[in-house]
């Protein structure tokens, strides 16, 4: 039978760039299998350990440090169910990410094809006054606040909602998905993300930068499945 390849905590680290130290780190964490020692007490690695290092490596970027932990620490409890299902939550985020950020951009595009009324009132509404101007009752614009579509503030001395000239961009923007078919919690996310980006054309570079993001944790997902394959065919899965 031929014998192993023994390996050293630093041939280990080596291919990767990281320390020793990070090494035995990983193993003490369980995210390596255990080594066996040498009489004087050294770490003895293998090609198995290469094999689960690399797959550990790659999942980070697929899945997060914390999530790639989980997976390594079940595959190495013999609970390849659970790896499984961890790793299937990751895809199922990406697909939710994806599908948002697919009704995001349609959003957009119909907001830039048929940009809102803003009004160019200034000062400070009412409840009353910004359902009056959208044409929808005080209870719908209530709605919208309560599902984070609007984040007017508060009177000090009465407590009413007082609403600024960009609660009224909200209002005038979720009024107008509304009337395109859009969900609240899709509104909801448009406008958050409006919002915080500032402008329309702000919201389409982050969208873009979210799109490219997207892409390499995908296709990182691809070669982490690769390497975790190539793990678990030398470990005898």
């Known amino acids: 039978m031929k014998a192993r390849l023994t390996l050293r905590p630093a041939d280990l680290a080596r291919e990767h760039g990281i320390s020793t130290q990070a090494v035995?780190?990983?193993?003490?964490?369980?995210?390596?299998?255990?080594?066996?020692?040498?009489?004087?007490?050294?770490?003895?690695?293998?090609?198995?350990h290469a094999a689960a290092l690399r797959a550990f490596l790659a999942l980070i970027p697929a899945h997060g440090h914390?999530?790639?932990?989980?997976?390594?620490?079940a595959i190495h409890s013999d609970e390849i169910g659970l790896a499984l299902t961890i790793i299937d939550r990751g895809h199922s985020q990406v697909l939710r990410d994806r599908e948002t950020l697919a009704a995001v951009r349609k959003a957009v595009d119909h907001l830039t094809s048929s940009a809102p009324p803003v009004s160019t009132r200034?000062?400070?509404?009412?409840?009353?006054?910004?359902?009056r101007q959208l044409g929808v009752t005080p209870a719908t614009v209530r709605n919208w606040e309560d599902v984070g579509i609007l984040t007017p503030e508060r009177d000090r001395a009465t407590g009413y909602r007082v609403f600024?000239?960009?609660?009224?961009?909200?209002?005038?923007?979720?009024?107008?998905l509304r009337r395109g078919g859009y969900p609240l919690d899709r509104v909801s996310t448009v406008v958050h993300h409006?919002?915080?980006?500032?402008?329309?054309?702000?919201?389409?570079?982050?969208?873009?930068?979210w799109q490219g993001k997207l892409t390499a944790r995908g296709l990182a997902m691809l070669s982490a499945a690769t390497r975790l394959d190539d793990y678990l065919g030398s470990r005898g899965r």
């Open 24 to 48: 035995r780190n990983y193993e003490r964490d369980g995210f390596l299998p255990p080594a066996s020692r040498t009489p004087s007490g050294y770490r003895v690695y293998t090609e198995v």
């Open 66 to 73: 914390a999530a790639s932990g989980q997976i390594m620490n």
């Open 122 to 131: 200034s000062g400070t509404w009412t409840v009353g006054e910004l359902a």
């Open 164 to 176: 600024h000239p960009d609660d009224v961009r909200d209002a005038e923007l979720a009024h107008l």
């Open 194 to 209: 409006i919002r915080t980006a500032g402008s329309t054309e702000a919201l389409s570079r982050a969208l873009q930068e």
